[in-house]
């Protein structure tokens, strides 16, 4: 299969599965948010950010290890060595998984009092705990079997554990008495660990089909530790002011008179809102999986031709999609928060952080571009760096202006993470991104957004957004007959449209 054909093809099924995938999901996350409220969303939320640590301490660096060595294998037409650098990997992350799993149960106490601030964290932490070491390699296959292009199978196995995951908590869930936050956590982070329990039987039951004797003889742990070691030091600090990030706003909230529960508001916009806002990313998050090890072999290969236009065309394609989604959902923004929380206040709060869309969109694509071209270690640096800064930002504004300024915060750190991410890519890539299209057309959807803002109904402003911003983006330039094509392209098989694989060398 040609590139632009397997790149294509890998993205259409990922995207499709995503979607599935994340409408379970946000859907499942609007149903345990009527079963535990809006103060036992921010709990859980407390928790998997703590948990989220633990899982970046045992991975170490192990799933994108995988990831990006496979690819490099792959591409230079070497599986044996391939298969021997998943086994490193493997071990690598048992050693760290389960030093890891020891520390966090032992100071589960600890952490529950003293960071999350109640005893009501504990179970659910001593649960992860127990899952951390298969949780751990479960993302290493995952890792590899996309670096390998098994996408299909890798998407079936998703969908499986998805409906599993939601099947599993809403059984224990069901079970268990109304108003015990303690063991509805819990449940949640039970159901996820049986999801990846499925998930690594699954792929290794898969994997061991079609692996073949090896007779690499490469230096494992060296290349395994070379490239791991830096990406763990990198993603454990990221992780760790991530999760001290999160940890604070609560009780920085708490410090302002307008706040009436922290822990409710801070559920609110992390469990509520982001959900929603980042729904139709799947597409997104499939075209990262993929685009990972593409631009990774793309880098082995020298195809610096094919890594220019693969990041234009993505930036490009991402940006509209973003003004497109981020403008609906401002639109919509009382009709959605009304149909999904009709008891919780956060219809202001959907339609700031709706204007952020478009960025936190660019900022996904971008992160991802970064890791493939090989700076895994600087993407981590700029997220750290974004980190601190946000740190710093909330503990100043949190008590002086509520969420005005963790909104403020939110926007400028992001907006620092996006500008360091870009610029890397463009440098690697050596790419020139036109300045024309950066500001019109983000000014072409606000003219398409108060045009719609006249219009009664939900399908009427729809309608009315859609038309105009893409009649206006013809007007302008922005869309020519060049994208037409490369949409139908995207429509119909790679096989009918030959001109697929002749896009991607222009």
Same mark, same amino acid.
């Given at each position: 299969?040609?590139?632009?054909?397997?790149?294509?093809?890998g993205?259409?099924?990922?995207?499709?599965?995503?979607l599935?995938?994340?409408?379970a999901?946000?859907?499942?996350?609007?149903w345990?948010?009527?079963?535990?409220?809006?103060?036992?969303?921010?709990l859980?939320?407390?928790?998997?950010?703590?948990?989220?640590?633990?899982l970046t301490?045992g991975?170490?660096?192990?799933?994108t290890t =995988?990831?990006y060595?496979?690819?490099?294998?792959?591409?230079?037409?070497?599986?044996? $060595?391939? $298969?021997r650098?998943?086994s490193?990997? *493997?071990? &690598?992350?048992?050693?760290?998984?389960?030093?890891?799993?020891i520390?966090?149960f032992? &100071?589960?106490?600890?952490?529950?009092?003293?960071?999350i601030?109640?005893?009501?964290a504990?179970?659910s932490?001593?649960?992860?705990?127990s899952?951390?070491?298969?949780?751990?390699?479960?993302?290493v296959?995952?890792?590899?079997f996309?670096a390998?292009?098994?996408i299909?199978?890798?998407?079936?196995v998703?969908?499986?554990?998805?409906? *599993?995951?939601?099947?599993?908590?809403?059984?224990i869930l069901?079970a268990?008495?109304?108003?015990?936050r303690?063991?509805a956590?819990?449940?949640?982070?039970?159901?996820?660990?049986?999801g990846?329990?499925l998930?690594l039987a699954?792929?290794?039951?898969?994997?061991?089909?079609?692996?073949?004797?090896?007779?690499?003889t490469?230096?494992?742990?060296?290349r395994?530790?070379r490239?791991?070691?830096?990406?763990?030091?990198? $993603?454990?600090?990221?992780?760790?002011?991530?999760?001290?990030?999160?940890?604070?706003v609560p009780?920085? %909230?708490?410090?302002?008179?307008?706040?009436g529960?922290?822990l =409710?508001? *801070?559920?609110?916009i992390?469990?509520?809102?982001?959900?929603?806002?980042m729904?139709?990313?799947?597409?997104?998050?499939?075209?990262a999986e993929v685009l990972?090890?593409?631009?990774?072999?793309?880098?082995?290969?020298?195809?610096?031709?094919?890594?220019?236009?693969?990041v234009?065309?993505?930036?490009?394609?991402t940006?509209?999609?973003g003004?497109?989604?981020?403008?609906?959902?401002?639109? %919509?923004?009382?009709?959605?928060?009304?149909?999904?929380?009709?008891?919780?206040?956060i219809?202001?709060?959907?339609r700031?952080f709706?204007?952020?869309?478009?960025?936190l969109?660019?900022?996904l694509?971008?992160?991802?571009?970064?890791?493939g071209?090989?700076?895994?270690?600087?993407?981590?640096? &700029?997220s750290?760096?974004?980190n601190?800064c946000?740190?710093?930002?909330? &503990?100043?504004?949190?008590?002086?202006f509520?969420?005005?300024?963790y909104?403020?915060?939110?926007?400028l750190?992001?907006?620092?993470?996006?500008?360091?991410? %870009?610029?890397?890519?463009l440098?690697?890539g050596?790419v020139?991104?036109?300045?024309?299209?950066?500001? %019109?057309?983000?000014?072409?959807?606000?003219?398409?957004?108060?045009?719609?803002?006249?219009?009664?109904?939900?399908?009427?402003?729809?309608?009315?957004?859609?038309?105009?911003?893409?009649?206006?983006?013809?007007?302008?330039?922005?869309?020519?007959?060049?994208d037409?094509r490369?949409?139908?392209?995207?429509?119909?098989s790679?096989?009918?449209?030959?001109k697929?694989? $002749?896009a991607?060398n222009?």
């Open positions: 299969m040609k590139k632009g054909n397997r790149l294509l093809s993205a259409l099924m990922l995207t499709g599965v995503n599935l995938l994340r409408f999901g946000t859907a499942f996350q609007v345990l948010s009527g079963q535990i409220g809006a103060a036992g969303i921010g859980l939320q407390l928790i998997l950010s703590v948990n989220l640590l633990a301490l991975t170490a660096g192990g799933r =995988a990831m060595l496979t690819a490099e294998a792959l591409g230079q037409k070497r599986p044996g $060595d391939a $298969d650098l998943l490193g990997c *493997f071990v &690598y992350s048992i050693l760290c998984s389960a030093a890891v799993s520390a966090l032992l &100071y589960a106490p600890n952490l529950a009092l003293k960071w601030g109640t005893v009501d504990l179970p932490l001593r649960t992860w705990a899952f951390l070491p298969v949780i751990t390699l479960s993302g296959m995952t890792g590899y996309t390998a292009n098994r299909g199978t890798l998407a079936a998703e969908v499986a554990e998805q409906l *599993f995951v939601i099947a599993a908590t809403a059984a069901t268990l008495p109304i108003g015990d303690a063991e956590c819990r449940a949640v982070v039970l159901g996820s660990c049986l990846a329990v998930t699954c792929l290794m039951f898969l994997y061991s089909r079609c692996a073949g004797e090896s007779d690499s490469i230096p494992v742990a060296g395994v530790l490239c791991a070691l830096p990406l763990a030091v990198a $993603d454990d600090l990221k992780a760790g002011v991530s999760a001290l990030e999160n940890l604070m009780r920085r %909230l708490a410090l302002y008179s307008g706040t529960d922290p =409710a508001a *801070f559920g609110r992390s469990g509520m809102v982001f959900p929603v806002l729904f139709p990313a799947a597409i997104l998050s499939s075209l990972i090890p593409e631009l990774a072999r793309c880098a082995a290969t020298g195809s610096r031709r094919r890594i220019r236009y693969l234009r065309r993505n930036l490009r394609v940006l509209l999609y003004l497109i989604c981020g403008g609906v959902m401002f639109l %919509l923004s009382e009709q959605l928060c009304g149909r999904l929380y009709p008891d919780q206040p219809v202001s709060l959907m700031r709706a204007l952020l869309v478009p960025m969109y660019c900022d694509i971008a992160d991802a571009m970064t890791k071209l090989g700076q895994q270690a600087a993407c981590a640096r &700029y750290v760096i974004s601190i946000d740190i710093a930002l909330m &503990y100043v504004l949190l008590p002086r509520g969420i005005d300024g909104f403020i915060s939110f926007t750190t992001h907006a620092l993470n996006f500008f360091l991410s %870009l610029r890397k890519v440098q690697i050596n020139k991104l036109s300045g024309y299209f950066a500001w %019109l057309a983000p000014l072409t959807a606000v003219f398409a957004g108060f045009g719609a803002s006249c219009f009664s109904g939900s399908v009427r402003k729809i309608a009315a957004f859609l038309g105009l911003f893409f009649g206006l983006c013809f007007y302008a330039g922005i869309l020519g007959k060049g037409l490369w949409i139908r392209n995207l429509i119909f790679a096989e009918k449209s030959p697929i694989a $002749d991607t222009s």
